[in-house]
C-alpha cells in the first residue's frame, strides 16, 4: 500500500509536493492564500462509562486548531495578541501582519482549565498544598508555547469535567484530545532539544494524570508515561532541575514513582545521592519533601529483598537489610518528632461530622477519625503511615525469621505495624470529602490498598471489610469501568518487572 501523502490539504488537491512547514507550508504562502492545514495525525477509538451508554463512535481530532499556539509566549490562547509575523524570506512577506486565528480549544481552555483547577484541588482558601498538588495549580501561570503542552492539557481538562459530570460526549472528546496529545508527544520526543523542555516533561507528567482519570489501560499507559519522564530525566541528569516548574516536575514524578515502587517492589533512580542532591534544599523547609527523600528508599529494600529470597541468601546478607531498614526507620521516627514538635496536626472528631463519608462508607468502625489542620498535612500523614507500614511489615517478616522473638517482642511488633494501618483509616474519611477534592480522594486509594493486606494477612476480617468499602466507595464516582481491584493486576505487574526500560 502506497504511503498516504502527509502534505497540507491544498498540495494534496493541487498534486503538488508539500515541504511540510509548520503552521504554514511555504507553497501556499508563496500563492498568497492562507494553508488550511494537515491531516490529523491520531484518531482514537473511544469508550463510555458504563455498557448501557451510546455505542462508542470514532472522533478525529484537527490537529490543525493548535498551529498558532507556538506563535509568541501567550499563556493559554487568551487571544490578546492577535498579531504574528511570518518567517519565511522565500514568499516576499517578512513582517506582513496576519490576523492571528483563535483557536475554539483557545477560547475553552479557559473555562476547562478553572474547572479542572476547582474540581481537583481542595476547595479551601490558602490552603497549604503539596508540592505535587502545588504544580497544578501553577498551570495557569505556566508559559505555553509548544502544542505538546497545550494538547496535554485539554485533554487532562476535559476528563477531569466528564468524569465530575459523567458526561458521555465530553469523555469522548477528552479521548480524542488524549489522541491529539500523544500525536504531539510523539512528536516532541524525536526532537532532541524539544524532548529536553520543561514543557515536554510536564506534558508528559499531565498525561500520566490523564490515565488515572479515564485510563483504559489497566495501568499500562500510566506506567509507559512515568517511565517516559524518568527516560528524559535521565538524559537530561540532575543538573537540570534548576527552574521552579522542572522542580515542581520532579517531586511530583517521584511520587508517582514511589507509588510503582510500593507497587512492584522495585527501586529506580531517585535513591541516587546524585538525585537526593536536587531535593536537598527543599527537603530544609517543607517537611513533605524531607519525608520523600526518606521514603524514596524503601523500594529499593523491598527490591534487595525479593531478590535474596530469590537466590535464598544466608542469613548474613538478610541481616544487612535488617540493619538498613532499622537506619532508614531511625531516620524517619526523628522526622515525625520533629514533624509534631508542637503537637499532632490533626484533632479527633466523630466520623458522623465528615461531609459526605457516611454516602461513600456506612460503616463507622472507625471512630472517632482525624481532622487534619491543612491538607498538607493530611497527605503527608497519609504517606508516612503508609510507607512506615510497608517497610516495617517487611522488616517484621525478616526479624521474625532470622531472629528469635519472645512474646513481648511480638507485642510491641503487632502494636506499631497496627497503629500504622489503624491511623490510616481514621485519616480516609477527612481526604474523602467532597471539598478535599479529586487529588484528595485519589491520595487515600493506595494506603487504603495496604492496610487492606495487613488486615488481611493478620486475619482481621471487620477491618479487611472497612478497608474494601472505603476503597470503592472514596473512589471517584463513575472513574473506572469496571473498578480497579484492590489487587495489582498480573499483566501490570509482569509487564513493569520484565520490561528493561523501567529505569
Keep these: 500500500m502506497p504511503k498516504r501523502s502527509s502534505g497540507c490539504f491544498t498540495c494534496r488537491a493541487r498534486k503538488v509536493r508539500c515541504d511540510e512547514v509548520k503552521p504554514e507550508c511555504n507553497n501556499c504562502l508563496k500563492r498568497g492564500q492562507k494553508c488550511p492545514g494537515y491531516r490529523p495525525t491520531q484518531t482514537f477509538v473511544l469508550h463510555t462509562f458504563d455498557r448501557e451508554s451510546e455505542r462508542p463512535g470514532i472522533i478525529r481530532e484537527d490537529e490543525t486548531i493548535y498551529k498558532f499556539a507556538n506563535q509568541h509566549h501567550t499563556p493559554f490562547g487568551n487571544g490578546r495578541d492577535l498579531a504574528v509575523r511570518t518567517g519565511s524570506q522565500q514568499s516576499g512577506r517578512i513582517g506582513t501582519q496576519l490576523l492571528r486565528t483563535v483557536s475554539p480549544l483557545a477560547i475553552e481552555r479557559v473555562q476547562h482549565l478553572s474547572n479542572f483547577?476547582?474540581?481537583?484541588?481542595?476547595?479551601?482558601?490558602?490552603?497549604?498544598?503539596?508540592?505535587?498538588?502545588?504544580?497544578?495549580?501553577?498551570?495557569?501561570?505556566?508559559?505555553?508555547?509548544?502544542?505538546?503542552?497545550?494538547?496535554?492539557?485539554?485533554?487532562?481538562?476535559?476528563?477531569?469535567?466528564?468524569?465530575?459530570?459523567?458526561?458521555?460526549?465530553?469523555?469522548?472528546?477528552?479521548?480524542?484530545?488524549?489522541?491529539?496529545?500523544?500525536?504531539?508527544?510523539?512528536?516532541?520526543?524525536?526532537?532532541?532539544?524539544?524532548?529536553?523542555?520543561?514543557?515536554?516533561?510536564?506534558?508528559?507528567?499531565?498525561?500520566?494524570?490523564?490515565?488515572?482519570?479515564?485510563?483504559?489501560?489497566?495501568?499500562?499507559?500510566?506506567?509507559?508515561?512515568?517511565?517516559?519522564?524518568?527516560?528524559?530525566?535521565?538524559?537530561?541528569?540532575?543538573?537540570?532541575?534548576?527552574?521552579?516548574?522542572?522542580?515542581?516536575?520532579?517531586?511530583?514524578?517521584?511520587?508517582?514513582?514511589?507509588?510503582?515502587?510500593?507497587?512492584?517492589?522495585?527501586?529506580?533512580?531517585?535513591?541516587?545521592?546524585?538525585?537526593?542532591?536536587?531535593?536537598?534544599?527543599?527537603?530544609?523547609?517543607?517537611?513533605?519533601?524531607?519525608?520523600?527523600?526518606?521514603?524514596?528508599?524503601?523500594?529499593?529494600?523491598?527490591?534487595?529483598?525479593?531478590?535474596?529470597?530469590?537466590?535464598?541468601?544466608d542469613a548474613e546478607q538478610f541481616e544487612k537489610i535488617i540493619v538498613d531498614s532499622q537506619l532508614l526507620a531511625d531516620r524517619l521516627f526523628e522526622w515525625i518528632v520533629s514533624y509534631e514538635k508542637d503537637g499532632p496536626r490533626y484533632d479527633k472528631v466523630d466520623v458522623e461530622t465528615v461531609e459526605g463519608f457516611a454516602r461513600l462508607c456506612d460503616d463507622d468502625l472507625y471512630d472517632p477519625v482525624f481532622a487534619f489542620k491543612t491538607f498538607a498535612a493530611s497527605t503527608t500523614y497519609l504517606l508516612y503511615w503508609m510507607s512506615m507500614l510497608i517497610m516495617r511489615s517487611n522488616s517484621f517478616l525478616l526479624v521474625r525469621k532470622f531472629h528469635a522473638l519472645e512474646p513481648k517482642q511480638l507485642f510491641l511488633w503487632d502494636r506499631e505495624l497496627s497503629e500504622y494501618a489503624d491511623c490510616i483509616c481514621r485519616a480516609v474519611p477527612y481526604s474523602s470529602r467532597p471539598s478535599a477534592g479529586y487529588t484528595g480522594r485519589f491520595s487515600t486509594l493506595t494506603p487504603l490498598v495496604i492496610a487492606k493486606k495487613y488486615f488481611e494477612a493478620k486475619g482481621a476480617s471487620k477491618e479487611n471489610e472497612w478497608c474494601r468499602k472505603a476503597y470503592f466507595g472514596a473512589q471517584v464516582p463513575g472513574l473506572y469501568t469496571p473498578p480497579i481491584p484492590m489487587e495489582p493486576l498480573p499483566s501490570f505487574v509482569k509487564l513493569v518487572q520484565n520490561s528493561e526500560r523501567y529505569i
Design 117 to 313: 483547577l476547582s474540581l481537583y484541588l481542595p476547595n479551601w482558601t490558602d490552603e497549604t498544598l503539596t508540592p505535587p498538588s502545588a504544580l497544578i495549580l501553577s498551570l495557569p501561570s505556566t508559559p505555553a508555547s509548544r502544542p505538546v503542552f497545550l494538547t496535554a492539557l485539554d485533554a487532562l481538562s476535559a476528563a477531569q469535567i466528564a468524569v465530575s459530570d459523567k458526561n458521555h460526549v465530553l469523555i469522548n472528546r477528552s479521548r480524542s484530545l488524549y489522541g491529539a496529545a500523544l500525536g504531539q508527544m510523539m512528536k516532541s520526543v524525536t526532537k532532541s532539544h524539544a524532548s529536553q523542555e520543561d514543557e515536554t516533561l510536564l506534558a508528559t507528567y499531565l498525561l500520566a494524570l490523564y490515565e488515572v482519570f479515564v485510563g483504559i489501560t489497566n495501568g499500562h499507559g500510566f506506567f509507559y508515561h512515568v517511565q517516559g519522564i524518568l527516560r528524559i530525566l535521565v538524559q537530561r541528569g540532575p543538573s537540570s532541575i534548576k527552574t521552579n516548574l522542572s522542580l515542581g516536575i520532579f517531586h511530583g514524578t517521584r511520587y508517582y514513582s514511589l507509588g510503582i515502587g510500593y507497587h512492584i517492589r522495585k527501586g529506580s533512580i531517585f535513591d541516587s545521592p546524585d538525585w537526593l542532591q536536587v531535593t536537598a534544599d527543599a527537603a530544609k523547609s517543607d517537611p513533605w519533601v524531607a519525608l520523600m527523600d526518606l521514603c524514596i528508599c524503601i523500594p529499593r529494600l523491598l527490591e534487595r529483598t525479593d531478590k535474596l529470597t530469590t537466590l535464598a541468601g
